[in-house]
């Protein structure tokens, strides 16, 4: 059986990694590099280990609101150790406002600097050196299936998520009298992942278990994207896989949690963005008059229609006598002024109107128009997975995808969206909100 030398991780455990370097470097800076006087001396040690992990929170919410964690096919990156160190500055902020709050009194300046520059390179250098061992021993993959399905499954994945080597197969489908040259190919190879047909396969279970048992994963080309590219695509899809699909986020106490957050969320955001929203419709009237917000029909849970609020961005009367139009970048009837509320998503502010009475979520699949949707689901039957679930000011297609502005484009979005339909969770959730204020400073749309 080969042993898999790769070292490409996963995010959540690229993340823990990093939060054991940011709670030992607090350890070792206050208990080794420090006067007798420092503040985080004279707590408690169990006092002191707490303050270390709050310290590692900081650092890991921080450094994913500043992209710190995403993944680069670049061995060093001047942005990545500016990431790092931007991380371990707000962290360590954040550590010097808690202690101070807690104790009443200040971390020492030197000890601060310490702790700034330790994180900041270390979890810098950890993070270049994964990345240098994960380019030097990539996935060896082998993909048994056509050569056109083959090609687009190449083309989708992700170059950030991680290193591919393709190992190209001697045929494109499974025969049976070469089962031993398969497997011997993929031994010579030292093949990690085999993908082959998900639907009426010829493969029996025994066979499986040979390649297994010589340490090949084999996926099918649904399960390979959806691990290795965080989505899945609608045409990969039977009912086999919606009877199969578990909504986790249909649990009572998750939905109540998740409703209780949404709750909270929104009343805090409305609260703090009252001057924005004053501001941007003041913005508004004097660029193109009133009025300042601007109502649409979208399609909610399970395809109920409700009134969705937003400022409003486009000219007056932007679709009179053309109907439902396809959003897209650059549209033309958006206003001077609506440009830079896209951008900042400003204009999205009150949807958390939407969220407190209980149409939307804060994060979920982004809500249509219902004149759009007649054309999109006749094209895409898995359409309508989307509303199983509440629609959301943000959503993982939102993040991770452009515009929707025709019916391929919709498709892809559709990917993401089934994604975080079979796979939501608070974690999940968190990722997405974090990766949108992220996108805020970046002015995404």
Not at 50 to 64: D, Q
Not at 71 to 99: D, H, P, T
């Amino acid at each position: 059986m080969q042993v898999s030398e790769h070292w490409n991780l996963g995010k959540i455990s690229k993340m823990l990694l990093c939060l054991v370097i940011c709670i030992t470097s607090c350890l070792v800076v206050t208990l080794f590099f420090s006067p007798q006087s420092e503040t985080l001396l004279q707590v408690s040690p169990e006092r002191l280990f707490l303050y270390s992990v709050a310290f590692g929170c900081l650092f890991l919410v921080s450094g994913e609101m500043f992209g710190l964690f995403e993944n680069s096919i670049r061995k060093i990156s001047g942005k990545k150790a500016l990431q790092a160190l931007f991380s371990s500055a707000v962290s360590n902020f954040g550590l010097l406002v808690l202690v101070w709050s807690i104790e009443f009194d200040f971390i020492g300046r030197l000890a601060i600097l310490k702790m700034l520059i330790s994180t900041g390179l270390g979890t810098f250098i950890f993070l270049n050196m994964l990345n240098s061992l994960s380019n030097r021993n990539p996935w060896r993959v082998m993909a048994l299936i056509d050569s056109c399905r083959r090609k687009k499954i190449v083309e989708g994945t992700d170059p950030n998520f991680s290193a591919f080597e393709w190992i190209e197969p001697k045929t494109e489908s499974f025969q049976k009298e070469k089962f031993d040259s398969l497997l011997d190919d993929c031994r010579k190879n030292k093949v990690e992942i085999l993908i082959i047909e998900g639907k009426d396969s010829e493969f029996k279970e025994a066979q499986i278990m040979d390649f297994l048992a010589s340490g090949v994963r084999v996926m099918f080309p649904t399960d390979f994207v959806e691990t290795f590219c965080r989505k899945i695509p609608s045409t990969d899809l039977d009912h086999r896989w919606l009877a199969r699909l578990n909504l986790k986020q249909r649990d009572p106490l998750l939905r109540r949690i998740k409703r209780l957050i949404d709750l909270l969320l929104s009343i805090f955001g409305l609260v703090i963005s009252l001057p924005i929203l004053f501001l941007a419709g003041l913005a508004i009237v004097l660029d193109s008059g009133f009025p300042v917000f601007f109502c649409q029909t979208r399609s909610g849970l399970l395809g109920r229609s409700y009134k969705l609020f937003k400022l409003r961005t486009m000219k007056q009367k932007a679709e009179q006598g053309g109907g439902a139009q396809w959003a897209k970048e650059g549209d033309e009837r958006v206003t001077f002024v609506g440009r830079f509320l896209r951008r900042t998503r400003i204009d999205e502010i009150p949807q958390f109107w939407n969220v407190i009475k209980g149409e939307m979520s804060i994060v979920g699949p982004r809500p249509e128009r219902p004149e759009l949707e007649e054309a999109i689901e006749a094209h895409l039957p898995y359409w309508k997975c989307r509303y199983l679930l509440k629609p959301g000011v943000t959503g993982w297609a939102q993040i991770r995808f452009k515009y929707a502005s025709d019916l391929k484009s919709s498709e892809e979005k559709l990917a993401y969206d089934l994604y975080y339909v079979k796979n939501a969770s608070f974690f999940l959730d968190l990722e997405i909100i974090l990766s949108t204020l992220r996108s805020l400073t970046q002015g995404s749309r």
